[in-house]
Every structure is written in structure tokens, then in C-alpha cells.
């Protein structure tokens, strides 16, 4: 199959590299087999499944050095999950791409030789619009779009759903809204509730039916170094990342699972 789902917000701290790295762990659990790529240069999804940037080939390489991604990928202590790394380096990483032929495309190119081996494909992107989100959401075949339930959700929303308007039009024809994921959210608060509300009414059916919540556990998992499923696959954020895998496993219609097992409840 093969699946490639990147995971997009110019706006930082709405959960993005959480869900990638969480999604990932959960599709792996669920016997699914599934590459993380960490085209970020804070490289926060490296670390958060244990690896250190510095010791490793990384997607820097792939785009410059034009290494093939199958020497750049590591298996992780996560079951089913491997990774491709990032590196600071990838900073300048555009700057070296501008007058490259075809630079939109490169690591479309470069995934088309590897994806058969997956069962999906997650991309990590950095909080911005440059050229290597334009790449990831060129090799893409969807994207998942974080929003947390805060006073500021949808700003800077349109601009993101106009460059995905952008690369459709121009890159990337088949590119899909994979869904809308509402993260951080806190049941207690009037606002997170209105947030919940005011997301669903303006996108209504491209809104996942799971919703993350805010949790200790998976706040303070990357710092050991583990997904949520590893780190406490009993916890509120390891249901809510093993109900979204399941989701999506259903839209794509690759389910193994039941429907008395679609989701767990909380």
C-alpha cells in the first residue's frame, strides 16, 4: 500500500510532532508497518523515539547528498516502526535546494523507491511553509492538519488549506485532506469545548471523531525517549493515538480490526 500521510501546521506548538511520532508508534502496534520521517530541523521526532540527530545519516543527506533512503532508515524499539532522521542541518537545507531542477520533488522521488515496503508513511513537518513542506506535501497522498482546542485554533488555518490549494493545483493533483485533528483538549475548560464546536461547524466531515487530550503521560514521554504506547499504553494519550490509527486504518479501508474494536473507550 504504501500510504504516505504528512502531518502539517506553519503554526507551531499544536501537536504535530506528538501525532506523528504517537500515530506512528500506534499503527505499528496494530501490526501495521510504518516509516516515520522527521523532516524538521529541530529533529523533536528523533529524539522522541530515542535516537540521537547527531550519530546518524539522516533526510538532510537524502535531499543533498543524494544518499538513497534505504541506507538512512533505523529501526526503532517501537514494534513496526522505523525512521528516517533529521538533523539542525536541514535548516539550510532549502538555501542549497533553490536552484536544483525539480527541487519540489525530491523526496517524492526519493520515497517512491522505498514506500512499497510500508504500510504507511508519516511525515513530521517543520512549522513553516518552505520548500521541504512543499516536498513533504508533494510526496504526500494526504495530510493531517493539527489544530489545538486554544483561544488562537484556526490562525493561520486558511493560509496552510491555501498552499495545500497551491500544491494541488501545481504539484501534487491527488493530495487529500486526510482529516483535521483537534489536540490539546481539555473537557474542563468552556474554551477547549467551544474550540471542539466552532472546528467541527466550519469543516464538519473533514474533522477526525477522535480528539487528543491534554495528558501528563504523553507530555512527558519524549523525554524518555519512547512513543505513548510504549511509555503507557494504558494512558489517556495512548488510547487517543490508537483510536486515531484506528480511524484512519478504517478510511483507508485496510482494517484488520473488528468494528467492536474500532475504538477503546476512555
Known amino acids: 500500500m ?3 500521510i504528512a502531518v502539517a501546521n506553519q503554526k507551531g506548538g499544536v501537536g504535530k510532532t506528538t501525532t506523528s511520532v504517537n500515530l506512528s508508534g500506534s499503527l505499528g502496534v496494530l501490526e501495521y508497518k510504518t516509516l516515520l520521517i522527521d523532516a524538521d530541523p529541530q529533529a523533536n521526532a528523533t529524539s522522541g523515539v530515542g535516537l540521537d540527530p547527531k ?3 539522516n533526510i538532510y543527506d537524502c535531499f543533498i547528498n543524494e544518499i538513497d533512503p534505504s541506507e538512512l532508515i533505523i529501526q526503532t524499539a517501537n514494534p513496526n516502526l522505523d525512521i528516517i532522521t533529521s538533523h539542525i542541518d536541514l535548516v539550510g537545507a532549502e538555501l542549497e535546494m533553490i536552484n536544483l531542477p525539480n527541487r519540489e520533488f525530491m523526496l517524492k522521488q526519493a520515497l517512491d523507491k522505498i514506500k512499497d515496503r510500508y504500510d504507511f508513511i508519516i511525515i513530521d513537518c517543520s512549522p513553516s511553509l518552505g520548500l521541504i513542506t512543499v516536498n513533504a506535501l508533494t510526496a504526500a497522498d494526504s495530510v493531517i492538519i493539527p489544530v489545538q ?4 485554533a484556526l490562525e493561520g488555518l486558511g493560509k496552510l488549506l491555501n498552499t495545500i490549494k497551491i500544491v494541488q493545483g501545481k504539484l501534487n493533483e491527488n493530495l487529500e485532506i486526510e482529516g483535521i485533528l483537534l489536540t490539546m483538549y481539555d473537557s474542563r475548560t468552556r474554551l477547549s469545548n467551544q474550540v471542539v464546536d466552532e472546528v467541527k461547524t466550519h469543516f464538519q466531515d473533514l474533522v477526525f471523531d477522535t480528539v487528543v487530550h491534554q495528558a501528563t503521560k504523553l507530555a512527558e514521554a519524549p523525554s524518555f525517549g519512547e512513543t505513548i504506547i510504549m511509555h503507557d499504553a494504558s494512558s489517556k ?3 487517543n493515538y490508537l483510536n486515531l490509527a484506528r480511524e484512519i486504518i478504517q478510511k483507508n479501508d485496510v482494517s484488520k480490526i473488528s468494528n467492536q474494536e474500532k475504538t477503546i473507550d476512555l
Request: include cysteine; aromatic fraction near 16%; charge should be positive.
Open 2 to 4: 504504501g500510504k504516505i
Open 237 to 239: 494519550g495512548a488510547i
Open 55 to 57: 550519530n546518524t545519516k
Open 149 to 152: 482546542c486554544q483561544y488562537y
